[in-house]
Protein backbone atom coordinates (compact mmCIF):
# COMPACT_ATOMS: atom_id res chain seq x y z
CA UNK A 1 0.00 0.00 0.00
CA UNK A 2 1.55 3.43 -1.08
CA UNK A 3 0.67 6.46 1.42
CA UNK A 4 -2.69 8.29 0.61
CA UNK A 5 -1.87 12.57 0.54
CA UNK A 6 -4.55 14.88 0.70
CA UNK A 7 -3.98 18.44 0.47
CA UNK A 8 -0.19 18.45 1.40
CA UNK A 9 -0.39 16.40 4.35
CA UNK A 10 -0.26 12.31 4.50
CA UNK A 11 -3.94 11.26 5.27
CA UNK A 12 -4.75 9.51 8.87
CA UNK A 13 -8.37 8.82 7.76
CA UNK A 14 -7.30 5.81 5.67
CA UNK A 15 -9.81 2.56 5.70
CA UNK A 16 -8.00 -1.23 5.16
CA UNK A 17 -10.86 -2.87 2.23
CA UNK A 18 -10.50 -5.81 0.22
CA UNK A 19 -10.82 -6.08 -3.75
CA UNK A 20 -11.91 -9.17 -5.42
CA UNK A 21 -10.31 -10.13 -8.32
CA UNK A 22 -11.79 -12.70 -10.67
CA UNK A 23 -9.11 -15.18 -12.33
CA UNK A 24 -10.85 -15.31 -15.60
CA UNK A 25 -10.49 -17.95 -17.64
CA UNK A 26 -13.14 -20.63 -19.85
CA UNK A 27 -14.32 -21.97 -16.44
CA UNK A 28 -14.96 -18.84 -14.40
CA UNK A 29 -18.16 -18.94 -13.11
CA UNK A 30 -20.67 -16.59 -13.11
CA UNK A 31 -20.50 -15.53 -9.64
CA UNK A 32 -17.02 -14.75 -9.67
CA UNK A 33 -16.68 -12.62 -12.85
CA UNK A 34 -19.96 -10.44 -10.93
CA UNK A 35 -17.80 -10.04 -7.73
CA UNK A 36 -14.81 -9.04 -10.01
CA UNK A 37 -13.59 -5.24 -8.87
CA UNK A 38 -16.17 -5.55 -6.17
CA UNK A 39 -14.62 -3.57 -3.09
CA UNK A 40 -15.67 -4.60 0.35
CA UNK A 41 -14.88 -3.63 4.50
CA UNK A 42 -12.72 -6.40 6.07
CA UNK A 43 -16.08 -7.84 7.97
CA UNK A 44 -17.73 -7.59 4.29
CA UNK A 45 -15.73 -9.92 2.65
CA UNK A 46 -17.87 -12.73 0.82
CA UNK A 47 -16.45 -16.39 1.20
CA UNK A 48 -15.40 -18.51 -2.04
CA UNK A 49 -18.48 -19.10 -3.90
CA UNK A 50 -17.47 -22.90 -4.59
CA UNK A 51 -14.72 -25.04 -4.23
CA UNK A 52 -11.22 -24.60 -5.99
CA UNK A 53 -12.16 -20.99 -6.67
CA UNK A 54 -9.46 -19.62 -8.14
CA UNK A 55 -10.43 -16.02 -7.43
CA UNK A 56 -8.05 -13.54 -4.88
CA UNK A 57 -8.89 -10.71 -2.42
CA UNK A 58 -6.60 -8.02 -2.67
CA UNK A 59 -5.93 -5.37 0.29
CA UNK A 60 -6.40 -1.94 -0.44
CA UNK A 61 -6.43 1.58 1.16
CA UNK A 62 -9.42 4.00 0.67
CA UNK A 63 -9.50 7.61 1.74
CA UNK A 64 -12.42 8.16 4.02
CA UNK A 65 -13.38 11.57 2.51
CA UNK A 66 -15.48 12.60 5.77
CA UNK A 67 -12.69 11.21 8.56
CA UNK A 68 -10.04 13.01 6.39
CA UNK A 69 -11.58 16.10 6.23
CA UNK A 70 -12.20 16.11 10.48
CA UNK A 71 -8.44 15.20 10.79
CA UNK A 72 -7.36 18.24 8.26
CA UNK A 73 -9.86 20.44 10.53
CA UNK A 74 -7.83 19.09 13.75
CA UNK A 75 -4.39 19.95 12.01
CA UNK A 76 -5.90 23.15 11.38
CA UNK A 77 -6.95 23.75 14.98
CA UNK A 78 -3.64 22.71 16.20
CA UNK A 79 -2.18 25.59 13.89
CA UNK A 80 -4.46 28.29 15.31
CA UNK A 81 -3.78 27.25 18.84
CA UNK A 82 -0.21 27.63 18.35
CA UNK A 83 -0.61 31.15 17.31
CA UNK A 84 -2.91 31.52 20.20
CA UNK A 85 -0.05 30.86 22.61
CA UNK A 86 2.06 32.50 20.25
CA UNK A 87 -0.51 35.75 21.29
CA UNK A 88 -0.34 34.90 25.18
CA UNK A 89 3.73 34.99 24.81
CA UNK A 90 3.08 38.72 23.26
CA UNK A 91 0.65 39.94 26.33
CA UNK A 92 3.43 39.39 28.76
CA UNK A 93 6.03 40.96 26.76
CA UNK A 94 3.56 43.92 26.78
CA UNK A 95 2.37 43.18 30.62
CA UNK A 96 6.03 43.42 31.89
CA UNK A 97 6.27 47.24 30.28
CA UNK A 98 2.81 47.92 31.20
CA UNK A 99 3.88 47.28 34.91
CA UNK A 100 6.99 48.93 35.25
CA UNK A 101 5.32 52.14 33.48
CA UNK A 102 2.78 52.12 36.11
CA UNK A 103 5.63 51.42 38.88
CA UNK A 104 8.15 54.68 37.56
CA UNK A 105 5.94 57.00 35.54
CA UNK A 106 2.78 56.11 37.43
CA UNK A 107 0.48 57.16 34.86
CA UNK A 108 -2.90 56.74 34.86
CA UNK A 109 -3.22 56.15 31.32
CA UNK A 110 -1.00 52.72 31.51
CA UNK A 111 -3.31 51.68 34.35
CA UNK A 112 -6.14 52.12 31.56
CA UNK A 113 -4.25 50.36 28.88
CA UNK A 114 -3.63 47.20 31.96
CA UNK A 115 -6.86 46.60 31.85
CA UNK A 116 -7.40 46.61 28.61
CA UNK A 117 -4.38 43.82 28.33
CA UNK A 118 -6.46 41.85 31.00
CA UNK A 119 -9.23 41.52 29.18
CA UNK A 120 -7.77 40.71 25.96
CA UNK A 121 -6.12 37.95 27.97
CA UNK A 122 -9.15 36.29 29.36
CA UNK A 123 -10.53 36.42 25.92
CA UNK A 124 -7.34 34.21 24.50
CA UNK A 125 -7.43 31.82 27.49
CA UNK A 126 -11.06 31.46 26.70
CA UNK A 127 -10.33 31.27 23.00
CA UNK A 128 -7.80 27.97 23.68
CA UNK A 129 -10.18 26.42 25.64
CA UNK A 130 -12.49 26.29 22.80
CA UNK A 131 -10.47 25.46 20.51
CA UNK A 132 -9.57 22.02 23.16
CA UNK A 133 -13.23 21.28 23.48
CA UNK A 134 -14.09 20.64 19.91
CA UNK A 135 -14.44 16.97 18.55
CA UNK A 136 -15.16 15.02 15.83
CA UNK A 137 -18.47 16.00 15.69
CA UNK A 138 -18.33 20.11 16.29
CA UNK A 139 -15.70 20.60 13.62
CA UNK A 140 -16.61 22.04 10.87
CA UNK A 141 -14.83 24.40 8.14
CA UNK A 142 -17.06 27.36 9.52
CA UNK A 143 -15.43 26.81 12.88
CA UNK A 144 -11.89 27.26 11.75
CA UNK A 145 -13.24 30.00 10.02
CA UNK A 146 -14.92 31.69 12.97
CA UNK A 147 -11.68 30.65 14.65
CA UNK A 148 -9.22 32.61 12.61
CA UNK A 149 -11.06 35.77 12.80
CA UNK A 150 -11.01 35.55 16.33
CA UNK A 151 -7.43 35.07 16.41
CA UNK A 152 -7.08 38.41 13.78
CA UNK A 153 -8.99 40.92 15.98
CA UNK A 154 -7.04 39.68 19.01
CA UNK A 155 -3.31 40.29 16.91
CA UNK A 156 -5.16 43.49 15.81
CA UNK A 157 -5.99 44.30 19.61
CA UNK A 158 -2.63 43.61 20.60
CA UNK A 159 -0.93 45.99 17.75
CA UNK A 160 -3.15 48.60 19.05
CA UNK A 161 -2.05 48.33 22.40
CA UNK A 162 1.21 48.05 21.90
CA UNK A 163 0.99 51.34 19.85
CA UNK A 164 -0.96 52.85 22.70
CA UNK A 165 1.91 51.67 25.05
CA UNK A 166 4.51 53.42 22.55
CA UNK A 167 2.58 56.70 22.86
CA UNK A 168 2.66 56.69 26.73
CA UNK A 169 6.26 55.92 26.99
CA UNK A 170 6.96 58.74 24.88
CA UNK A 171 4.90 61.27 26.70
CA UNK A 172 5.56 59.54 30.67
CA UNK A 173 8.89 57.24 31.05
CA UNK A 174 11.79 57.96 32.36
CA UNK A 175 14.77 57.32 30.29
CA UNK A 176 15.43 53.96 31.50
CA UNK A 177 11.80 52.98 30.21
CA UNK A 178 12.40 54.52 27.68
CA UNK A 179 15.52 52.81 26.70
CA UNK A 180 13.66 49.17 27.31
CA UNK A 181 10.71 49.96 25.21
CA UNK A 182 12.68 50.92 22.33
CA UNK A 183 14.50 47.12 22.48
CA UNK A 184 10.98 45.91 22.90
CA UNK A 185 9.49 47.47 19.57
CA UNK A 186 12.96 46.61 18.24
CA UNK A 187 12.12 43.20 18.81
CA UNK A 188 8.35 43.34 18.49
CA UNK A 189 8.08 44.49 14.87
CA UNK A 190 11.34 42.67 13.71
CA UNK A 191 13.42 45.77 13.60
CA UNK A 192 16.74 44.66 15.18
CA UNK A 193 19.23 47.45 13.51
CA UNK A 194 17.23 50.47 14.39
CA UNK A 195 17.23 48.66 17.97
CA UNK A 196 20.67 48.48 18.03
CA UNK A 197 21.46 52.09 16.78
CA UNK A 198 19.15 53.81 19.31
CA UNK A 199 21.11 51.40 22.33
CA UNK A 200 24.62 52.41 21.26
CA UNK A 201 23.05 56.16 21.13
CA UNK A 202 21.65 55.60 24.87
CA UNK A 203 24.26 53.80 26.46
CA UNK A 204 26.81 56.05 24.86
CA UNK A 205 28.72 52.96 23.55
CA UNK A 206 28.98 51.39 26.78
CA UNK A 207 26.73 48.58 26.84
CA UNK A 208 27.17 45.47 26.81
CA UNK A 209 24.32 45.05 24.28
CA UNK A 210 25.77 47.97 22.33
CA UNK A 211 29.47 46.23 22.14
CA UNK A 212 28.55 42.85 21.26
CA UNK A 213 26.68 44.54 18.56
CA UNK A 214 29.29 46.50 17.66
CA UNK A 215 31.82 43.66 17.54
CA UNK A 216 29.80 41.23 16.18
CA UNK A 217 29.47 43.89 12.87
CA UNK A 218 32.03 46.20 12.98
CA UNK A 219 34.60 48.19 14.70
CA UNK A 220 34.71 51.94 16.89
CA UNK A 221 36.46 54.79 15.16
CA UNK A 222 37.41 56.81 18.04
CA UNK A 223 38.27 60.10 15.92
CA UNK A 224 37.40 61.09 12.20
CA UNK A 225 40.74 61.04 11.53
CA UNK A 226 41.28 57.11 12.75
CA UNK A 227 39.77 56.55 9.43
CA UNK A 228 42.96 57.02 6.77
CA UNK A 229 41.19 58.32 4.15
CA UNK A 230 40.89 62.11 3.31
CA UNK A 231 38.08 61.98 1.04
CA UNK A 232 35.94 60.06 3.47
CA UNK A 233 36.88 62.34 6.86
CA UNK A 234 36.04 65.42 4.67
CA UNK A 235 32.85 64.10 4.07
CA UNK A 236 31.60 62.67 7.24
CA UNK A 237 33.09 66.19 8.92
CA UNK A 238 30.77 68.03 6.66
CA UNK A 239 28.09 65.54 7.46
CA UNK A 240 28.64 65.81 10.92
CA UNK A 241 28.81 69.86 10.99
CA UNK A 242 25.44 69.96 9.07
CA UNK A 243 23.51 67.01 11.19
CA UNK A 244 24.33 67.58 14.41
CA UNK A 245 27.13 71.21 14.59
CA UNK A 246 30.52 69.05 15.03
CA UNK A 247 32.84 67.88 12.99
CA UNK A 248 34.49 65.29 15.56
CA UNK A 249 32.66 62.45 16.80
CA UNK A 250 32.93 58.96 17.40
CA UNK A 251 31.43 56.43 14.67
CA UNK A 252 31.06 52.86 13.87
CA UNK A 253 32.11 51.02 10.23
CA UNK A 254 30.00 48.03 9.81
CA UNK A 255 31.85 45.49 7.78
CA UNK A 256 30.01 43.75 4.64
CA UNK A 257 28.92 40.92 6.04
CA UNK A 258 27.28 43.04 8.57
CA UNK A 259 23.53 42.85 9.56
CA UNK A 260 22.94 46.06 8.51
CA UNK A 261 24.98 45.91 5.19
CA UNK A 262 22.85 42.20 4.41
CA UNK A 263 19.76 44.57 5.01
CA UNK A 264 20.33 47.41 2.94
CA UNK A 265 21.07 45.02 0.06
CA UNK A 266 18.05 43.75 0.37
CA UNK A 267 15.86 46.78 0.87
CA UNK A 268 13.50 47.84 -2.39
CA UNK A 269 15.24 51.38 -2.78
CA UNK A 270 18.59 50.49 -3.27
CA UNK A 271 17.77 47.52 -5.54
CA UNK A 272 15.73 49.66 -7.74
CA UNK A 273 18.78 52.39 -7.20
CA UNK A 274 21.30 49.96 -8.72
CA UNK A 275 18.72 48.49 -11.29
CA UNK A 276 18.37 51.66 -12.95
CA UNK A 277 21.87 52.25 -13.23
CA UNK A 278 22.90 48.80 -14.34
CA UNK A 279 24.08 50.38 -17.68
CA UNK A 280 26.07 52.78 -16.25
CA UNK A 281 27.65 50.88 -13.96
CA UNK A 282 29.12 48.10 -16.34
CA UNK A 283 29.94 50.95 -19.26
CA UNK A 284 31.50 53.51 -16.65
CA UNK A 285 32.54 51.43 -14.01
CA UNK A 286 31.32 53.73 -11.23
CA UNK A 287 28.04 56.03 -10.86
CA UNK A 288 27.47 59.20 -8.69
CA UNK A 289 27.11 59.32 -5.08
CA UNK A 290 23.34 59.94 -4.20
CA UNK A 291 20.88 59.60 -1.57
CA UNK A 292 18.68 56.36 -0.32
CA UNK A 293 15.32 56.72 1.23
CA UNK A 294 14.56 53.91 3.50
CA UNK A 295 10.36 54.13 4.44
CA UNK A 296 9.70 51.49 6.85
CA UNK A 297 11.02 49.19 8.79
CA UNK A 298 14.18 48.71 10.56
CA UNK A 299 16.27 50.63 7.84
CA UNK A 300 13.99 53.87 8.60
CA UNK A 301 14.66 53.50 12.11
CA UNK A 302 18.58 52.74 11.82
CA UNK A 303 18.93 55.31 9.08
CA UNK A 304 16.05 56.74 7.15
CA UNK A 305 17.84 59.03 4.49
CA UNK A 306 21.48 57.99 4.43
CA UNK A 307 24.00 58.81 1.61
CA UNK A 308 25.12 56.33 -0.67
CA UNK A 309 28.96 57.10 -2.34
CA UNK A 310 32.13 55.30 -3.73
CA UNK A 311 29.70 53.31 -5.79
CA UNK A 312 31.86 51.44 -8.09
CA UNK A 313 32.88 47.70 -9.75
CA UNK A 314 35.89 46.15 -8.86
CA UNK A 315 38.03 44.11 -10.97
CA UNK A 316 35.68 40.63 -11.13
CA UNK A 317 32.60 43.13 -11.47
CA UNK A 318 31.35 42.88 -7.61
CA UNK A 319 29.48 45.98 -6.59
CA UNK A 320 31.57 47.69 -3.84
CA UNK A 321 29.66 51.11 -2.25
CA UNK A 322 29.59 52.77 1.33
CA UNK A 323 26.44 53.72 3.21
CA UNK A 324 26.98 57.05 5.26
CA UNK A 325 25.09 58.52 7.76
CA UNK A 326 24.70 60.16 11.07
CA UNK A 327 22.44 58.66 14.06
CA UNK A 328 20.79 61.61 15.77
CA UNK A 329 17.23 63.19 16.39
CA UNK A 330 15.46 66.11 15.74
CA UNK A 331 13.49 67.46 18.36
CA UNK A 332 11.34 69.49 15.80
CA UNK A 333 9.99 66.37 13.64
CA UNK A 334 6.45 65.38 14.38
CA UNK A 335 7.10 61.98 15.10
CA UNK A 336 7.23 61.93 19.20
CA UNK A 337 9.61 58.70 18.94
CA UNK A 338 12.56 61.32 17.53
CA UNK A 339 10.88 64.01 19.33
CA UNK A 340 11.74 62.61 22.42
CA UNK A 341 15.11 61.03 21.26
CA UNK A 342 16.03 64.53 20.04
CA UNK A 343 15.01 65.86 24.10
CA UNK A 344 17.44 63.09 25.63
CA UNK A 345 20.01 64.03 23.01
CA UNK A 346 19.90 67.76 24.12
CA UNK A 347 20.46 66.97 27.48
CA UNK A 348 23.48 64.93 26.56
CA UNK A 349 21.15 61.37 27.44
CA UNK A 350 22.19 60.21 24.37
CA UNK A 351 25.11 60.62 22.13
CA UNK A 352 25.03 61.25 18.13
CA UNK A 353 27.90 59.28 15.97
CA UNK A 354 28.04 58.07 12.77
CA UNK A 355 27.78 55.16 10.89
CA UNK A 356 29.83 53.88 7.69
CA UNK A 357 28.17 50.10 6.03
CA UNK A 358 30.44 48.32 3.53
CA UNK A 359 28.67 47.39 0.56
CA UNK A 360 30.40 44.41 -1.27
CA UNK A 361 28.10 42.40 -3.66
CA UNK A 362 29.27 39.80 -6.35
CA UNK A 363 28.18 40.12 -9.84
CA UNK A 364 25.80 37.64 -9.87
CA UNK A 365 23.88 38.83 -6.90
CA UNK A 366 23.34 42.62 -8.17
CA UNK A 367 23.13 41.77 -11.97
CA UNK A 368 19.73 40.29 -11.31
CA UNK A 369 18.46 43.47 -9.29
Not at 113 to 123: A, D, P, V
Amino acid sequence: MGNLVLKGHISYATKRKYKWVAEFGKNTCEKCAALHGQEFDEDEVPYWPHPNCRCKVEEISVVDEIESEINEYKEELQQLKLQANELLGDTRVLRKQIEKLIKEAHSKEANSLEGRLTRLEYEVYKLIDKIESFTCDTIDKFVIQKIDQQIDIIKKEVSNIYKNLESIVIKYAPKPVFDKAVQVYGKYQNQPDGAAFYEIAASKFSSSAAKEYINKNGRIYEKVSDLNNRNLELFIREKLLKQIGTSESRGVLYNEHSSVSKAITRENSFRILISHKKEELLNNRRIEDTRLSFEQGNLRNAYHYADIINIKLDSKDNLYALVVDTYDFNKFEDNPLVKKGGEYQDKGKLEPYYNIAILKIPKEQWINY
